[in-house]
């Protein structure tokens, strides 16, 4: 097959490509370059891309503490990625499978710090502390290979891996970090009038991925006897699974179960339990921080992290009270103080089924 010898507009490095190519994936700086059509073929764009503007609000300006929102006037890059086939997820062994997904958006102007290392220390948690074998770990972040970038198309189909052929006794993990946003409501399930959503790498051509679809892949196919946890650690995620119970804590520890359950939609479980801890409200913002080790880590993922390296044994109420403590000394340090609901950041959990949050321990 003929082929154009074309050079990354990122790094410069030259790369052999199809003349029927759309995309060059560099695999030194693994950026993608849109390639414009020309009557015989592709050949690159010489514009640094097309700019779209997405407004929003964000708490996060101190910069050691960045926001995973949706930044006022928050310029990005319009980047094709290149179209791959879905990703090799490993085979599953044993009772325990895991989809971790990372995501910086390197090159954009509002990129994140943290949410690579949030995957080693989540990887290396259910690795240590929770036995789940490597190979029954997927990892999507930009630091993989092509197949196991967080696209759209990879993360659906990672997302619909982790629950394939699950039966009683089996354990997941769903592990997002990275920037989350909100969108309005079409279809009368969310009671605040907006559905959560997930932003892939390629959100801007692809789209981003709502909390109905996420429900309907992960959730709702879990028979009895599968349990699900979500780990969530981006903005407004305090529904990000659609679950139809939110435990709300108040700063006393006392709690109360939320009925969120809508007639719109079922979003429960097909027998089986699906828990959702997540980085904040759907009205607040959550952060990347120096503040815990002088490297930036998500303060959600590491705050959960250490709390479960650090107390062998805790309930699901001691576990989002003491990381509730750990995340307010993180944003104290940094001179975040406010203690304004739209302005803090307050782990949640939400549940497809009550139950006693101080006498239930937490597993994976």
Same mark, same amino acid.
């Given at each position: 097959m003929a082929s154009w010898r074309l050079s990354c507009r990122f790094c410069g490095r030259p790369t052999l490509v199809p003349v029927d190519a759309q995309t060059l994936c560099c695999t030194t700086c693994r950026r993608i370059t849109t390639l414009q059509s020309n009557s015989n073929g592709y050949l690159p764009s010489g514009a640094n891309g097309n700019f779209n503007t997405m407004s929003g609000n964000t708490y996060a300006t101190n910069p050691g503490y960045a926001g995973h929102g949706r930044p006022n006037l928050w310029n990005m890059v319009r980047v094709q990625l290149q179209p791959q086939n879905a990703p090799q997820p490993p085979a599953a062994h044993g009772r325990k499978r895991a =989809?971790?997904?990372?995501?910086? %958006? #390197?090159?954009? /102007?509002? /990129? +994140? #710090? @943290? /949410?690579?290392?949030? *995957? +080693? %220390?989540? #990887?290396?948690? +259910?690795? &240590?502390? !929770? @036995? !789940?074998? @490597?190979? /029954?770990?997927? *990892?999507?972040? &930009?630091? &993989?290979?092509i197949s196991h970038l967080p696209t759209k198309k990879n993360i659906r189909a990672a997302m619909r891996w982790l629950v394939q052929g699950c039966q009683p006794g089996d354990s997941m993990v769903f592990h997002y970090s990275g920037h989350g946003s909100q969108v309005r409501d079409r279809d009368g399930d969310e009671l605040d009038g907006y559905d959560e959503s997930l932003l892939p790498v390629d959100y801007e051509t692809e789209g981003r991925i709502i909390d109905d679809e996420i429900n309907a892949t992960i959730v709702r196919p879990l028979p009895k006897g599968v349990k699900l946890h979500s780990i969530i650690d981006t903005c407004f995620s305090g529904t990000f699974l659609d679950l139809p119970n939110v435990c709300r804590i108040n700063r006393d520890g006392f709690y109360k179960w939320e009925d969120h359950r809508s007639h719109a939609a079922y979003k429960g479980t097909s027998g089986g339990n699906a828990i959702s801890i997540s980085a904040c409200d759907d009205h607040q913002n959550s952060g990347d921080t120096t503040a815990f080790t002088g490297a930036a880590v998500g303060?959600?993922? %590491?705050?959960? =992290?250490?709390? +479960? #390296?650090?107390i062998p044994k805790l309930t699901y109420g001691q576990l989002l009270n003491v990381m509730r403590k750990k995340i307010d000394a993180a944003r104290q340090e940094v001179g975040l103080n406010s203690n304004e609901p739209h302005k803090s950041q307050e782990p949640q959990l939400s549940s497809s089924d009550k139950f006693e949050v101080y006498t239930r321990e937490f597993s994976l």
């Open positions: =989809v971790l997904c990372g995501i910086t %958006y #390197k090159g954009h /102007s509002k /990129s +994140l #710090k @943290g /949410s690579i290392n949030d *995957v +080693l %220390y989540m #990887k290396k948690l +259910l690795l &240590e502390r !929770f @036995g !789940f074998p @490597g190979s /029954s770990i997927l *990892v999507l972040t &930009e630091e &993989e290979d303060a959600f993922t %590491y705050s959960l =992290v250490q709390t +479960l #390296k650090e």
